[in-house]
């Protein structure tokens, strides 16, 4: 019975997007379809997604993908989004997701950074 | 008309946690039981929750709270959790949640990264 260590099971990346559309981060069904697309775009597997839209403003959202999950959380008073891309597999683009949200918010700069999840774990065979 | 400059709006907490309880990683009502009342014990306000059990093993859920979000993604293969807990505000205590999750999964290991989201976004006054 042997062991595989995993350098890491997941890629996850954060997105600050900033100087974004005002009216759009505060739409809640804009940002509702451009998450889904986005998750599209990555060639995930969307399991399940819930969006809400806050008094006074902002939206918050997920979608559950098969491959771990997309998240947004908007501050349209700041021209903020925060972006979570978390993958897990080969199969999935999540550089893809995070460039058509950049896109479709029209971020006039953006930071992603890329943290490894899951490193030097071991499946015991 | 002033400009507020924020230090950041948001905390957000990446947790590792390794060589947890196998079975508690593949049972989907503990998962969500769990992350639940990490939620509670952090004092967030829940807005609603998903969880959703894999084939052949592993769950992942997600938390959306008033104040962002709780997520989690198990592989009881490797005994291992990645747990998010991203929060704003100074009312929600996020290492609490994830301190909860650490003992309920009885992760022997575990390593927490803090990062700052929305950092140095202005708001126009």
Redesign the interface.
């Known amino acids: 019975v042997g062991e595989r260590i995993?350098r890491h099971?997941?890629i996850?990346l954060?997105a600050?997007l900033?100087e974004c559309n005002t009216g759009s981060l505060d739409d809640l069904d804009k940002i509702k379809n451009f998450v889904i697309q986005a998750a599209v775009a990555a060639k995930a597997t969307i399991?399940?997604s819930?969006f809400?839209k806050?008094v006074p403003q902002g939206v918050?959202?997920?979608v559950?993908i098969?491959e771990?999950?997309l998240?947004i959380?908007t501050?349209p008073?700041?021209?903020?989004a925060?972006v979570?891309v978390?993958t897990?597999g080969d199969r999935v683009m999540p550089y893809i997701a995070v460039q058509y949200l950049i896109g479709e918010l029209e971020a006039k700069r953006h930071e992603t950074?890329e943290?490894t999840?899951?490193?030097n774990?071991?499946?015991?065979g």
Request: aromatic share 18%; net charge negative; hydrophobic share 40%.
């Open positions: 995993m099971l997941g996850h954060l600050e900033v399991l399940q819930f809400h806050f918050s959202g997920t559950i098969a771990s999950h998240s959380h501050w008073e700041f021209g903020y925060a979570d978390f897990c950074r943290i999840r899951g490193y774990v071991a499946e015991k």
